[in-house]
């Protein structure tokens, strides 16, 4: 890493490494920030950018305060005398501060941020909860998503997502070195992967304009896991329906619905998979999803349906999905009717499938 630039200004004039790091023109849009804060401080005026010279000064100097920021966030609550606002709030607004002024800049610690993050985004702090969610969107607007995919959900060599459960990421350099974080894809609880999804969702929020087609063919496939979708648990299953909500938007926006790619398709997918958990909240959240998909695809309520049955079908032959099919079959309503030789010829092939298994482990018991 180059760290030339964050030396003692006072030796040195500007240069041009200077301004092509820190005098960029490109300010995004703060007013597409969906979230508010709700501290009683109010947050800095984010349509003001400020100053090259300020923002070289906080680059430099952010390395001393912020380990010790993020360390606060997570310590146990103490409140400040004669304050409305607790040491976790005011180390989230100085967390916000250095965002705002170090900007894109702040890759250089997004490893350790999200980490913080995560570990607070579902605390039962409703203040400290909408202020993380925040400050996440905030990263977001300055971040892309190709720097903080690699750090949430990792590929292979080969472009596939990691479906091992022990992925991890390495952060090089720092106090660090050789520590662990956890990812999309990591053995950890459901709650550490609920909070993981929680603020990869706002951060895909705060950078709805700069996903690529890549980058929405990685998420679909990691949202279609099945190590990932515990459908007994709600509130993963509800950060999983605003992920696919998010990506839904964006596709139609940029027109990618219908292309070859078919990310209608697996929209549909991982939508009829998340519908069929047994709470009533989440099966109607899926079943809007679907119904606003297939408006944006079919321009009508239903017309997905129709259009994709007979390829899920077909895909349910080689890989067969129990929540898949009995959710397309339970919403299709009289278009299955269409299809009826399809859904014969798939439950006999289930069922020749459970037969060799069956005669296979009776043939087995001859020899214990």
Same mark, same amino acid.
């Given at each position: 890493e180059d760290l030339s630039i964050v030396k003692t200004l006072s030796t040195r004039h500007i240069s041009l490494k200077d301004i092509i790091w820190y005098a960029d023109d490109? $300010?995004?849009?703060? /007013?597409? #920030?969906?979230?508010q804060s709700t501290l009683p401080q109010p947050p800095a005026d984010l349509a003001h950018r400020p100053s090259i010279g300020t923002r070289m000064c906080v680059a430099d100097a952010c390395r001393r305060w912020l380990p010790d920021c993020l360390k606060r966030l997570n310590d146990v609550e103490w409140s400040i005398p004669l304050s409305k606002m607790t040491r976790r709030h005011v180390a989230l607004r100085c967390l916000q501060a250095t965002i705002r002024y170090t900007e894109n800049n702040a890759v250089q610690h997004l490893q350790s941020i999200l980490d913080a993050m995560y570990k607070c985004v579902l605390d039962d702090d409703a203040v400290l909860q909408q202020e993380v969610l925040y400050t996440v969107e905030l990263l977001g607007r300055f971040i892309t998503p190709e720097h903080y995919l690699p750090l949430i959900m990792p590929i292979n060599y080969e472009g596939q997502v990691k479906e091992a459960t022990s992925a991890e990421v390495i952060r090089t350099g720092g106090a660090d070195t050789n520590k662990r974080f956890p990812t999309w894809f990591s053995a950890s609880n459901t709650q550490t992967r609920t909070c993981i999804i929680v603020v990869f969702d706002h951060m895909l929020k705060g950078a709805l304009e700069d996903v690529k087609e890549v980058e929405v063919d990685l998420i679909l496939r990691a949202c279609a896991m099945e190590d990932l979708m515990d459908l007994d648990q709600p509130p993963l299953l509800r950060a999983l329906l605003n992920v696919l909500d998010d990506v839904t938007g964006i596709c139609h926006t940029r027109g990618w619905l219908c292309d070859g790619n078919k990310f209608d398709f697996k929209i549909f997918c991982n939508l009829l998979m998340v519908g069929s958990a047994a709470d009533s909240q989440i099966q109607?959240?899926?079943?809007?999803?679907?119904?606003?998909?297939?408006?944006?695809?079919?321009?009508?309520?239903?017309? #997905? $349906? /129709?259009?994709?049955?007979?390829?899920?079908?077909?895909?349910? $032959?080689?890989?067969? /999905?129990?929540?898949?099919f009995e959710n397309l079959l339970l919403h299709a309503g009289s278009i299955q009717a269409q299809y009826t030789d399809l859904i014969v010829k798939l439950f006999c092939t289930r069922l020749a499938d459970i037969? $060799?298994?069956?005669?296979t482990n009776n043939n087995l018991r001859l020899f214990t």
């Open positions: 490109a $300010y995004p849009d703060m /007013n597409k #920030i969906s979230v109607a959240l899926a079943q809007t999803q679907i119904t606003a998909l297939s408006q944006f695809a079919t321009g009508t309520d239903n017309g #997905i $349906y /129709n259009k994709h049955f007979a390829a899920i079908l077909e895909s349910l $032959y080689a890989t067969f /999905n129990t929540s898949i037969q $060799y298994m069956v005669d």
